[in-house]
């Protein structure tokens, strides 16, 4: 079995639900606190032993670009003014792992964006991470624990949680046989469906090991939601003929591609951190108060 060692970050969307900020900036640099989304994403592969991201992005991402290279000009202007803190700072950034960056040239949905990165993922077992959530846990990092159940069988596994009935229209739904504790084999997986039509509701949260085979089959994958070419559908087809795992992720997720969820992955994250927790909890505390006379 081969190491994973790659990991395909798509990063093409137009970022719509956060316009206007994202007219002319990338929504994955939205910032939670003082780092951006993507730097997390990254930090998570990384810790999980990932050494090669593979972005597949798009048009007004060069922001994503410069972010993990580096910034001679500010490292010079930094040191001249005495703030060496920040330097190794923006530095580790960009020596973290190996950037590579593929053009999706026209967005034709996620499955597509897979396909974008198959010339560089070649015949290897890889990870995914989408950018829309994020995962905290300190110690077992959320596609970690997915390169754990591959490692053990060997197939493709998808990150999953358990949402409520309502929400199934938002997420691709599996539904399969618990093998062991958070583990299962999948029998069925649908994308978005309605909620009297989910077949469960423990949905694929942004993370996935997936195999090579997985670019022959997108080939052949009609287009499905959106007229787009839909991962989820591919894994469908991929089921025919191979059994595939879900891994319920353990951790704490915030699911930062819509506004509510993204305010409050700043306020849990600012809680959680020495230098902002005390503000932020009286802050919280006084608005609290506020809002309650
Ligand atoms: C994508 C996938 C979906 C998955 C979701 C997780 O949808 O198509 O199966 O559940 O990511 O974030 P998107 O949110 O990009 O529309």
Same mark, same amino acid.
């Given at each position: 079995?081969?190491?994973?060692?790659?990991?395909?970050?798509?990063?093409?969307? $137009? !970022?719509? &639900?956060?316009?206007?900020?994202?007219?002319?900036?990338?929504?994955?640099?939205?910032?939670? @606190?003082?780092?951006?989304? *993507?730097?997390?994403?990254?930090?998570?592969? @990384?810790?999980?032993?990932?050494?090669? %991201?593979?972005?597949?992005?798009?048009?007004?991402?060069?922001?994503?670009?410069?972010?993990?290279?580096?910034?001679?000009?500010?490292?010079?202007?930094?040191?001249?003014? /005495?703030?060496?803190?920040?330097?190794?700072?923006?530095?580790? =950034?960009?020596?973290?792992?190996?950037?590579?960056?593929?053009?999706?040239?026209?967005?034709?949905?996620? /499955?597509?964006?897979?396909?974008?990165?198959?010339?560089?993922?070649?015949?290897?077992?890889?990870? @995914?991470?989408?950018?829309?959530?994020?995962?905290?846990?300190?110690?077992?990092?959320?596609?970690?624990?997915?390169?754990?159940?591959?490692?053990?069988?060997?197939?493709?596994?998808?990150?999953?949680?358990? @949402?409520?009935?309502?929400?199934?229209?938002?997420? !691709?739904?599996?539904?399969?046989?618990?093998?062991?504790?958070?583990? &299962?084999?999948?029998?069925?997986?649908?994308?978005?469906?309605?909620?009297?039509?989910?077949?469960?509701?423990?949905?694929? =949260? !942004?993370?996935?090991?997936?195999?090579?085979?997985?670019? +022959? %089959?997108?080939? &052949?994958?009609?287009? /499905?939601?959106? !007229?787009?070419?839909?991962?989820?559908?591919?894994?469908?087809?991929? &089921?025919?003929?191979?059994? *595939?795992?879900?891994? #319920?992720?353990?951790?704490?997720?915030?699911?930062?591609?819509?506004?509510?969820?993204?305010?409050?992955?700043?306020?849990? $994250?600012?809680?959680?951190?020495?230098?902002?927790? #005390?503000?932020?909890? +009286?802050?919280?505390?006084?608005?609290?108060?506020?809002?309650?006379?």
């Amino acid at each position: 079995m081969k190491k994973i060692r790659k990991a395909v970050i798509p990063v093409a969307g $137009f !970022g719509t &639900r956060f316009l206007p900020a994202t007219k002319a900036s990338p929504k994955e640099m939205m910032p939670i @606190v003082d780092k951006p989304i *993507i730097q997390y994403i990254v930090e998570e592969a @990384v810790a999980s032993g990932i050494e090669d %991201i593979i972005f597949v992005t798009g048009r007004h991402k060069r922001a994503i670009t410069d972010h993990f290279d580096y910034a001679p000009e500010l490292e010079y202007a930094l040191k001249k003014s /005495g703030k060496e803190e920040y330097v190794n700072l923006i530095r580790e =950034i960009s020596d973290m792992a190996n950037f590579v960056y593929i053009r999706q040239k026209e967005q034709l949905g996620l /499955g597509h964006a897979i396909l974008m990165a198959e010339h560089v993922v070649g015949d290897e077992p890889f990870a @995914v991470l989408l950018g829309d959530e994020l995962i905290y846990n300190e110690t077992n990092p959320g596609i970690g624990q997915l390169m754990e159940v591959y490692a053990k069988y060997g197939k493709t596994v998808l990150g999953t949680t358990e @949402v409520p009935k309502e929400e199934t229209y938002k997420y !691709g739904i599996v539904e399969g046989k618990p093998i062991e504790e958070g583990i &299962r084999l999948i029998n069925s997986l649908v994308e978005k469906p309605e909620p009297e039509e989910a077949p469960s509701t423990s949905a694929i =949260i !942004g993370r996935y090991v997936l195999t090579p085979k997985i670019f +022959k %089959i997108l080939k &052949r994958t009609p287009l /499905g939601k959106g !007229g787009e070419l839909q991962l989820t559908d591919a894994l469908a087809l991929l &089921r025919e003929e191979e059994v *595939i795992y879900s891994k #319920d992720i353990e951790g704490i997720r915030h699911d930062t591609g819509n506004k509510i969820g993204y305010i409050k992955a700043i306020i849990d $994250f600012a809680l959680l951190r020495e230098d902002t927790k #005390d503000d932020v909890s +009286k802050i919280i505390l006084e608005k609290a108060k506020e809002i309650g006379q």
